[in-house]
């Protein structure tokens, strides 16, 4: 169980942003602590991808902070939220296809000679490290991403991000693609990560799996928060109805 | 997983070249080019394969070469720039009214010896302020580059002709000159010295290259074949450097220089020309531009927000800013084939580079750039250049109409990005 003595890790206070009048998320504020799985569920266009772009980089709220640590930061762009150790592995996976596994794992952090040139020698020792460890399978290590399975995609994205030492993880339907055999080395991976005590933010349309791998759930319906709720007091059922119905459970199940 | 071992065995030939692991797309360009010079070559009674016109080929091709290198990086990263031909007329009026009217007037007479580097400063400042400048226009202001490009087409080769009020300016400094070509050589002994610096760099490329990759215990090609590719560029480039040494200097122009040193010709001497200059300065801009590609944080940029622009934004890439980048180099390299072209002339003309950004943009296109973003290589479009030069001389001296000739060249390279098409789907290569 996560440890929520200290401050959070990350919280997102009252978080707001809108697009041309349409307030895609609206006065949000959740919070993930040391070694928890916080899922994010709601349907298409609920605004759990909005917000936690906040997070990432990708977006600025309008109005709103985040904290880190308890301390209130800046995160004007993925590089801001990349320093705060803040990383994300998009639904589209964000890797760049005609360049190998690690080019990508070291994108925007290349390793470079002393002359400054980028070391793909070492960058690629490096990639088969760590893939040894979270994909022994992975062999196409000069081949261009483009040339991978799905599976195989993905475990190069979640390189990238454990190989910075993520502290916080944001995973935005990390299975969406894959077979139940990676779907099921995602899952054990999210357990590796939580007992290294990193927070994970798990946005996710299966409520089957949200109860299965999160802490708590953090359910939306058109850019508002309708609740958080530890995943162990509530049934699948009481979920469903927070996402479609936008009704809290009155009596959390037994 | 299916390994690619458990496969049919492929043919002997496939099996050699992926131990070499060429490039197959390259080999079929050096075909290509191979073919297009023997047919010539038959054509012309073996007039087209001569030291003569392979120097003059070479040094032809260079302007375009230069500038198609740069536009491998804009076409990468999903642009175009068609304004090249007219920047270089910019960049080759500021340079020439550097020399004949700006510095003069400061001071600086003909011949003196700060006017070329002054001038070329002049020129490749030209360039990247204008490149930066539409790069700007087209990074940060989000107007699309073809537009930008478009516009600068008619807006660079006016400017080039209010600077020079449409005169033809010349001739050009003594020293400036040199970089145009036959004007400047290497002598046949600076260009064996500088044959063999080449033959060294490369089988130390090589070499260093297996040693990085045994010190990470990767799998590494087999000795033979890494002897193999060095074997193979020593002999091109040496052969390369023969060739142009065995174009002989004509016994007049000889005589000439004899004269003015005051003293007479001894019997019998001759002289090769060597490597121009030119050749010298695209060899320079070629490995740059490689080392850049392949070696630096820039070049990894470049090629990543070409394959996927989102990712390599949250990546934290800063691609308006690349933006700027990419065109300011191109337009560096548009200062320096303003140099080579106005060098080679001798004198600044109002046409000057005209309809070069086709050429140009041509030469990467057939080089295997690919307009979809992401994919090219910069000896390829050198090798493009050089094929759509050979094409056009070629026509020339077998005596083809000059409306065949352009049709020719255009219907060549649309057959070039089919046949690209065709390759890539065959091969399922990016």
């Known amino acids: ?254 | 997983m299916t390994d690619a071992s458990s496969r049919s065995a492929p043919s002997r030939g496939r099996n050699i070249l992926k131990t070499l692991e060429i490039d197959t797309r390259l080999l079929g360009m050096v075909g290509a080019f191979v073919i297009v010079c023997i047919v010539f070559n038959v054509m012309t009674d073996g007039r087209f394969l001569t030291p003569r016109n392979i120097f003059n080929l070479t040094i032809q091709t260079v302007s375009v070469a230069i500038m198609a290198t740069g536009m491998v990086f804009v076409i990468v990263t999903r642009h175009i720039d068609l304004s090249v031909g007219s920047l270089l007329a910019t960049c080759s009026a500021m340079m020439a009214m550097t020399q004949t009217s700006l510095l003069p007037a400061m001071g600086l007479d003909f011949g003196n010896p700060l006017i070329a580097p002054v001038a070329i400063l002049v020129g490749v400042a030209t360039g990247a302020l204008i490149g930066g400048f539409q790069g700007w226009l087209v990074g940060y202001l989000s107007i699309p580059a073809f537009i930008v490009t478009l516009g600068g087409l008619l807006v660079w080769r006016n400017v080039a002709w209010y600077l020079t009020n449409g005169q033809t300016i010349g001739p050009l400094d003594e020293t400036f000159q040199l970089l145009g070509g036959i004007g400047g050589t290497l002598g046949t002994t600076g260009s064996w010295v500088v044959g063999a610096l080449g033959v060294i760099a490369a089988c130390v490329a090589v070499w260093s290259a297996r040693r990085a990759r045994i010190r990470h215990e990767f799998p590494v090609k087999p000795v033979w074949a890494e002897a193999v590719l060095m074997v193979v560029s020593a002999v091109l480039i040496l052969g390369f450097v023969a060739t142009l040494n065995a174009y002989e200097v004509p016994a007049r122009v000889l005589e000439r220089q004899f004269e003015a040193a005051g003293r007479t010709m001894p019997e019998g001497y001759s002289q090769g020309y060597g490597v121009p200059y030119s050749v010298l300065l695209l060899v320079l801009v070629a490995v740059t531009m490689t080392v850049v590609a392949r070696k630096t944080r820039l070049g990894r940029y470049i090629f990543a927000t070409g394959g996927n622009p989102d990712a390599a934004e949250l990546s934290g890439i800063n691609t308006r800013l690349l933006t700027v980048k990419v065109f300011a180099i191109m337009g560096v390299l548009c200062g320096l084939a303003g140099l080579v072209a106005s060098a080679r002339l001798s004198f600044h003309s109002n046409d000057i580079g005209t309809l070069d950004e086709l050429r140009v943009i041509a030469a990467a296109v057939i080089g295997g750039t690919a307009l979809a973003g992401g994919v090219g290589t910069i000896y390829g479009a050198i090798l493009g250049a050089l094929i759509m030069q050979s094409l056009q001389s070629g026509m020339a001296m077998v005596g083809v109409d000059a409306p065949f000739q352009n049709i020719v060249v255009g219907a060549v390279l649309v057959l070039a990005v089919l046949v690209d098409i065709l390759y890539r789907k065959k091969t399922g290569a990016t």
């Open chain 1, 1 to 254: 169980m996560a440890d929520r003595s200290g401050p959070p890790l990350v919280e997102m206070r009252d978080i707001s942003i809108s697009f041309g009048g349409i307030r895609a998320v609206d006065h949000v504020s959740v919070d993930l602590y040391p070694g928890e799985v916080v899922g994010l569920l709601g349907h298409n266009g609920a605004g759990k991808s909005t917000l936690i772009k906040c997070l990432s980089g990708a977006y600025r709220q309008d109005s709103g902070d985040i904290l880190v640590n308890g301390e209130k930061v800046e995160i004007a762009n993925p590089r801001d939220a990349r320093d705060h150790n803040i990383e994300t592995i998009y639904q589209t996976l964000a890797l760049a296809d005609n360049l190998d596994a690690a080019s990508n794992l070291f994108l925007g952090r290349e390793l470079t000679t002393t002359l400054g040139f980028v070391d793909d020698a070492a960058m690629e020792a490096e990639t088969r490290r760590i893939m040894g460890r979270l994909n022994p399978n992975f062999r196409k290590f000069s081949a261009p991403v483009k040339a991978l399975s799905g599976g195989q995609r993905q475990s190069v994205a979640i390189a990238r991000a454990v190989y910075f030492q993520a502290k916080i993880l944001i995973m935005d339907e990390p299975t969406a693609a894959l077979g139940p055999q990676e779907t099921q080395m995602v899952a054990e991976l999210i357990q590796e990560l939580k007992k290294d005590g990193l927070g994970i933010f798990l946005i996710d349309h299966d409520v089957h799996q949200v109860k299965s791998l999160c802490d708590r759930a953090a359910v939306m319906k058109n850019g508002e928060l309708v609740g958080i709720v530890d995943v162990d007091d509530v049934s699948t059922d009481d979920l469903l109805a927070m996402i479609i119905a936008g009704k809290k459970p009155e009596h959390p199940a037994a």
